[in-house]
Structure formats: structure tokens, C-alpha cells
């Protein structure tokens, strides 16, 4: 018995015989974007093999519409489940650039939302806020953080209700020129989901970010520390080893996010301990360098307090 051969569109003049996939990964830009990725985000391995993975279907089914054959322009509306602070919204900038270079949005464009911008506190409030979002999103990507406050089962006539409505009508019918992302905790997407059967079904992609490690959320304050033109000195840096350990045990630990909220009070103790103990002229060494007592006032190494435990 003979192979079937794949089905192909009506023949074209400019149908090329093959395509090298691999020239595309790198002349599309794909490349950039994951190399980007890869070297500005420290750990999330298994978020960044997803990434990898559906650049990978969205290249060859690119491949397979130049070459004529039969093709169905993939479901990308997405869900990014984890705890603040992982990256969620750094993988959806991202994401918008790598489907805009491979020509499945128009613009690469990201708009980042919540329940507020899209829900009206009275009737007919609703349905303009969200078409008015849904208009700036188009051709691009809609993220919308802590999704789950779009639905409110305690309340009957709560209008997040019709938000969820017109965004499921718009992920159906325009999903060419346009992407939703939703992101949250874990937890709380999952019974969103379970809730708004019509979400399920429209999002193909589920992607969980885990939290991030002891040594990866150091790097992380190095990195961020570098950025600005600081850095610690060996025991700043080990103090600051000790207050990861002791601040991920308090409560709204928010990984980077926490520890970007460490590293602004400790300049600021950097700079009031300087203005306070330099009696002449201060090197560049010197406003550059957190040591260990601007970590270690911190009172996470004293005991629990409002301060800490909010950031």
C-alpha cells in the first residue's frame, strides 16, 4: 500500500520545496529572543524549555503554511501559574516579541491588566472598560495578573461575570491577531479554571514557575546589585545569603520581587551610614559597596515586622 502523502494547498508559484528550519530559527529573530531569555532570567529551566518547546511548533507550522500544506494557526492563549515574583511577566514580554517575529500578532506589544481595569462598579460600566482594554491589546498580547479576581462566586451579580464573557467571545473569534495570558497563583487558577469551564478550553498552554532557590535568588541580588553599578563586599554578601534563608520562612514572600524590596532599604542604609560616619571626601569603591551591616539591620534578623513581612 502506498504512503499517504500530506495534503497541499493549491499550488503556488513562490511554494518553496524545503525550508531550513534551522536558518529560520536564527533569521527570524527567534534565536535572540530565547538567548534573551536565557541570560537575563536566572533558573526557571522548566519555564524556559516550554518557551523553547512552543517556538518550536509555532516555527514548523509556520514552515508547513509557506510550503502549502494544510495547516490550523495554533491555540497561544496562555496560563502562567506561580507564587509573585517568578517571572511571570518578564516570560510574557518576551513572549509577545518571539510571537511577533514569527508573524503570529501584528504588533509584539504587551498589555498588562487587572480585574480592576477590566470590571465597571456599576451596570453598563463593564462592557466598554473591557472592550476598551481588548482594543489596546489587539495585535498583541493581554496579560492579566491574578486572573482568578475576574470571578467572584460569592457574589451573584458581581460584573466580572460579563468581563469573562466578552474575553471569552474575543479569545474564540480573534484569536489570529490576538493572545491572552492569564497568571496567578497555582492554586487559585486551578479553581478558576473549574469555575469558567470556557477559559479551559481556550487556553492550550499551562506553564508553572517555580519558586526560586536560595543560591538563585543570591545571583538574582548580585545581578541586581550590578545593574545599578553596586556590589557587595564578602561579608555583605554572606549576610545577605542569611537574610534569603530567613525571609523566604516570613510571610508574602514574593521571590525577586522580595528581594529587589531588600536591596532599595539596604542602599538606603548604605547611604544615611555614609552621610553619617564620612568626614572627607568618599571613593567611588566605597558608594558602591553594601556591606554586611546594611544587610543586617534588617530586622528579619531581629524578629518579625511590618516592614519585612509586606514586601
Do not use: C, W
Not at 495578573?145 to 464573557?165: F, H, K, P, T, V
Not at 473569534?173 to 487558577?189: N, T, W
Not at 498552554?205 to 536560595?214: A, L, M, N, S, V
Not at 542604609?269 to 546594611?294: H, K, M, W, Y
Amino acid at each position: 500500500m502506498a504512503e499517504p502523502v500530506p495534503m497541499r494547498l493549491q499550488a503556488a508559484d513562490n511554494i518553496p520545496s524545503a525550508i531550513d528550519l534551522r536558518a529560520e530559527y536564527v533569521e527570524s529573530g527567534v534565536k535572540d529572543v530565547l538567548d534573551e531569555l536565557d541570560s537575563s532570567l536566572i533558573g526557571l529551566a522548566p519555564v524556559k524549555q516550554r518557551i523553547k518547546e512552543t517556538a518550536a511548533l509555532l516555527l514548523v507550522e509556520r514552515a508547513r503554511k509557506r510550503l502549502g500544506l494544510a495547516h490550523e494557526t495554533p491555540t497561544l492563549h496562555m496560563s502562567f501559574s506561580g507564587n509573585p515574583g517568578t517571572g511571570k511577566t518578564t516570560v510574557a514580554l518576551r513572549m509577545a516579541d518571539l510571537l511577533h517575529r514569527l508573524g503570529y500578532i501584528r504588533k509584539g506589544h504587551l498589555v498588562s491588566v487587572t480585574r480592576d481595569d477590566l470590571v465597571g462598579q456599576y451596570i453598563g460600566h463593564t462592557a466598554p472598560k473591557t472592550k476598551e482594554i481588548l482594543k489596546k491589546a489587539m495585535g498583541g498580547v493581554l496579560f492579566i495578573d491574578e486572573a482568578y479576581y475576574l470571578y467572584r462566586q460569592e457574589n451573584e451579580r458581581d460584573y466580572g461575570q460579563e468581563a469573562i464573557e466578552i474575553l471569552l467571545q474575543v479569545m474564540e473569534h480573534q484569536r489570529e491577531d490576538f493572545v491572552v495570558i492569564l497568571a496567578g497563583y497555582a492554586d487559585r487558577m486551578d479553581r478558576f479554571f473549574e469555575s469558567n469551564p470556557g477559559f479551559r478550553s481556550r487556553i492550550a498552554h499551562h506553564i508553572d514557575f517555580p519558586d526560586y532557590t536560595d543560591d538563585e535568588l543570591l545571583r538574582i541580588a548580585e545581578v541586581m546589585l550590578a545593574n545599578q553599578n553596586y556590589g557587595f563586599d564578602a561579608k555583605g554578601r554572606a549576610a545577605m545569603e542569611q537574610y534569603i534563608a530567613l525571609r523566604r520562612r516570613r510571610p508574602h514572600f514574593a521571590n525577586a520581587r522580595s528581594i529587589r524590596n531588600a536591596l532599595d532599604r539596604a542602599r538606603l542604609r548604605q547611604a544615611n551610614r555614609l552621610f553619617e560616619t564620612s568626614d572627607g571626601p568618599v571613593d567611588a569603591d566605597a558608594l558602591s559597596t553594601i556591606v554586611a551591616a546594611d544587610i543586617r539591620a534588617s530586622r528579619v534578623f531581629g524578629g518579625t515586622t511590618q516592614e519585612e513581612a509586606a514586601s
